[in-house]
């Protein structure tokens, strides 16, 4: 058994009772109701539930990047203590996204400028001061797994949806973070190339350790997932995942 799959494992992510509005007046809109989460090391957590139910603002309060009306978001810093990222000052929780967190956005949101290679270089350059060499042989290891050596040096223009797709994968997952979002990574491909990004989500768990959450329409995602969630109008559900 992988070692991070023992039971006694803590979670190194807690969303607890989580409450997020929209607008005022007749246009307010409950985006978030009560909802608490556990993310664990090793484990791929899948979360489906209908369009506007609330799932990217779950990911974006619980990355770091949207504050909740109330509510904590605990992380577990290096000595395992569980610190409220919604406490931290901007400048201290900026630090912590950084180094413990990749996200994969909806859409790619890669840079038309810049290469496949530049775009994972980029992370480690500015995100942990890594050299210009060790920028590149990090970015060419994760492309190299990727399938995407032939490609390292082509813009996103020059690239399909897939190849985009697996280069915003890469771009989350080259720094090694601990916590790794991903808001619908599947939805502009088709299902070869969407099991490959499972799949490589899945390995950032059980290869590596990291606590994966994947927002997905797909239920065909199901039998690659640990642990299944459903969103409805805010309010989050845990559910049983199908017998295989
Ligand atoms: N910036 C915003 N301003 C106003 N309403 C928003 C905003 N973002 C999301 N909402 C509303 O909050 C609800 C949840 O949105 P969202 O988290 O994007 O859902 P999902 O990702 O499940 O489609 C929806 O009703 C949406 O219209
Ligand atoms: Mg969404």
Redesign the pocket.
Known sequence: MMPWAASNVSPVLQGVNLM????DGT?R????QNVSVDLYPGQLVLLM????????????ALSGLLEPDSGQVLAADDDGRMCDVWQMSAREREAYRRRHTGFVF?GYNLFPALTARQQLELVLKWGENASGGEARRRADEVLDKLGLSANKNKKPAQLSGGEKQRVAIGRALVKNPTLVFA??PTSALDWENGQKVIELLRDAAHQRGAAVLC?SHDARLLPFVDVFYH?DD?RLERRALPAT
Do not use: F, H, I, M
Not at 20 to 23: A, W
Not at 29 to 32: H, V, Y
Not at 49 to 60: F, H
């Open positions: 997020r509005t929209y607008g246009a809109r409950s985006a978030l539930g209908p369009s506007g139910s609330g799932k990217s603002t779950l990911l974006a909806q808001d619908e927002v969103l805010g």
